[in-house]
């Protein structure tokens, strides 16, 4: 269900990026130096869709094994679970944080927060500046996030060993 609400929220971006144009960094008003051009930018857009969605089509119809897994065509064993189930890529750091915490209640709590805490972040932001140009410690901390997601991710994919 989620690459149904990432698609439904790119169309509402379009539709309010086009409609109303993009902000600025440094807060102030740039109404006066927008031009309408948004019957243009929604044609641009739907030629991007339908280019898309032919290479989509064609890599479905006529190779639909191409990004398929090896681990997929073994026969199933209904004795153990096999070491290449795992959750999607975007659920893959809190699975890692799941696995880190050895109590389940605990485990669970942690996982929760850790998607809580990244909803919360826009609701935080009460600055009159939009951007993070004029902000470098900002800056800084935003890139520290984005590393240790993708080490969680990566974490996260790697199957469990020995003495985890």
Request: charged residues 10%.
């Amino acid at each position: 269900i989620l690459p149904f609400i990432v698609t439904a929220l790119v169309l509402v971006h379009l539709l309010f990026l086009h409609e109303t144009g993009s902000n600025n960094p440094s807060g102030l008003n740039s109404d006066s130096d927008k031009i309408p051009f948004h019957p243009y930018y929604t044609i641009k857009d739907l030629l991007g869709v339908f280019i898309l969605l032919m290479v989509l089509m064609i890599l479905v119809l006529f190779f639909p094994d191409i990004l398929g897994d090896p681990d997929n065509y073994t026969p199933a064993n209904p004795l153990n679970t096999p070491a290449h189930i795992k959750p999607e890529w975007y659920f893959l750091f809190a699975y890692a944080i799941l696995r880190s915490i050895p109590n389940k209640l605990g485990g669970v709590l942690a996982l929760i927060l850790s998607i809580l805490i990244l909803a919360a972040f826009p609701l935080l932001n009460s600055s009159k500046q939009q951007g993070l140009v004029f902000r470098p410690i900002t800056q800084i901390l935003y890139w520290f996030l984005v590393a240790n997601l993708v080490i969680l991710t990566w974490i996260g994919g790697q199957p469990v060993e020995y003495p985890f």
